[in-house]
């Protein structure tokens, strides 16, 4: 379909409109594009950075332990540790296949399920050439469009929360340091979270710089950490979902009056090949995100119940808590969006593709094309999917199901908060 020329030039404007994502995850300590020297200082890094959200997690406990009874105060900590831990896990998971997810960024960025495709040769010498394949491109460019909007959209409501959190605390701890020269203040972290003896010594060194330091990569780990996983799942799903509803227009084509009656049988297997390069890549991104997302639906259960709970609880007693929270459910509550919101269009894409089959004038050819439509009728009624383990299904019933469950967990706080 493309000249070597295009094809390369393909490459660039694709890896240009997720550049924001690629520099996240070199800040992650990861490398998204060709291997090069540094890789294992990267590693390094990312590594390090799990080492200090790790070590972070004391402050935490101990502020759990200290106010255990005090429900408001402690769910706030427990929703950023539940967040932290997806994103540790799925830097853990990348680290540990850092390969197949280039390869996979590649073929998407170089479009190869295009590229290998025989139809376009097989056809270069009739009419339909032309506007197929520049249908095909509009196809192609939507989606590639579609990813780029999701991704700003993710990325700004993260970095929204995190200057939130960060500028916050140190606005409030230059405050107090001007107002109070003698040190005698607690000091704001990033995260709440408590350090004993360690807190109120004001920002003196190392008091304060070593627990700033610690919930800062928290903090970072919290929103980038997703940001750099979760938009390439958006970038494969869409690309899936592009390809699929090119394959539809391609079958489409399969009895138009622009492709000779004698040729058409050798059109449509073509067709019948493609269906199975969409069939093998679909299978390669399920497989690749179908057991790690489980943690982050689990997880992020119960973050939207307890944020849903602080919004409750904020908007009595501190606007700015609920305000806070209304901006940590846009990033946080959204990565849960973004899989079943994809993972949805996925699905109906691939629910496309045998109604193209069956709606081309199969009736009016021969023997043998009634047969292969009749074939792949049948075989593409099991539409594609993405799994959420063995569990259920990337889709908007499941949004619905895990927004009904959080909301009767937040109703399980409160009551217990009227209990105490």
């Known amino acids: ?45 990312s590594l390090l950075l799990i080492l200090f959200t790790l070590l972070s997690y004391y402050g935490h406990w101990q502020l759990f332990v200290h106010y255990m009874q005090d429900i408001p105060r402690i769910s ?57 394949k520049q249908r095909v491109a509009d196809t ?3 989606s590639w469009i579609s990813t780029r909007r999701q991704l700003m959209f993710y990325l700004l409501c993260c970095i929204g929360i995190l200057l939130n959190y960060f500028v916050n605390s140190l606005v409030v701890n230059i ?33 304060y710089h070593l627990p700033l330091l610690l919930e800062s990569c928290n903090l970072y780990i919290c929103g980038m950490g997703a940001v750099s996983f979760d938009v390439l799942f958006i970038v494969f799903c869409m690309h899936g979902v592009g390809v699929m509803h090119s394959l ?30 969409v069939e093998a890549f679909a299978l390669e991104v399920n497989n690749t995100f179908r057991q790690i997302i489980i943690i982050q639906f689990i997880l992020s259960l119960f973050c939207w119940g307890l944020v849903l709970f602080q919004i409750s609880i ?16 846009a990033a946080g509550g959204y990565q849960i969006v973004i899989y079943c919101y994809n993972g949805q269009r996925f699905t109906t894409a691939s629910e496309r593709i045998p109604m193209a089959f069956y709606e081309c004038t199969w009736y009016e050819e021969s023997r043998e094309f009634r ?34 469950a959080s909301g009767q967990y937040t109703v399980l706080l409160q009551n217990l908060m009227q209990k105490n």
């Open 76 to 132: 706030e900590s427990i929703s950023t540790i539940f967040q932290s831990l997806m994103s540790i896990t799925k830097m853990i998971y990348y680290l540990m296949a850092p390969r197949r997810f280039y390869m996979l960024l590649r073929l998407v960025c170089r479009h190869e399920l295009l590229q290998t495709c025989e139809l376009f040769a097989a056809v270069s010498d009739l009419p339909v050439a032309q506007p197929l």
């Open 371 to 404: 047969q292969l439509i009749r074939m792949m009728i049948m075989r593409a009624n099991q539409s594609f999917s993405l799994d959420v383990s063995w569990f259920t299904k990337m889709s908007l019933p499941t949004l619905m199901s895990m927004i009904r």
């Open 175 to 207: 405050y107090h340091a001007l107002t109070e020269p003698d040190n005698n203040y607690e000091v704001a972290l990033p995260l709440p979270s408590l350090y004993p003896n360690w807190m109120d010594k004001g920002m003196t060194f190392p008091y």
């Open 1 to 45: 379909m493309y000249s070597e020329l295009e094809v390369k030039l393909l490459e660039q404007r694709n890896y240009h409109r997720i550049r924001e994502m690629i520099r996240v995850t070199y800040t992650m300590g990861y490398n998204i594009m060709k291997p090069g020297p540094w890789d294992n200082l990267l590693k390094f890094w």
């Open 314 to 329: 904020g908007i009595a007693t501190s606007l700015t808590i609920a305000l806070r929270m209304l901006m940590y459910l």
């Open 140 to 142: 192609m460019d939507q």
């Open 248 to 277: 539809s227009h391609m079958i489409e084509y399969a009895t138009s009056p622009l492709i000779p009656q004698e040729r058409r049988v050798q059109y449509l297997r073509h067709c019948i090949y493609q269906y199975q390069r």
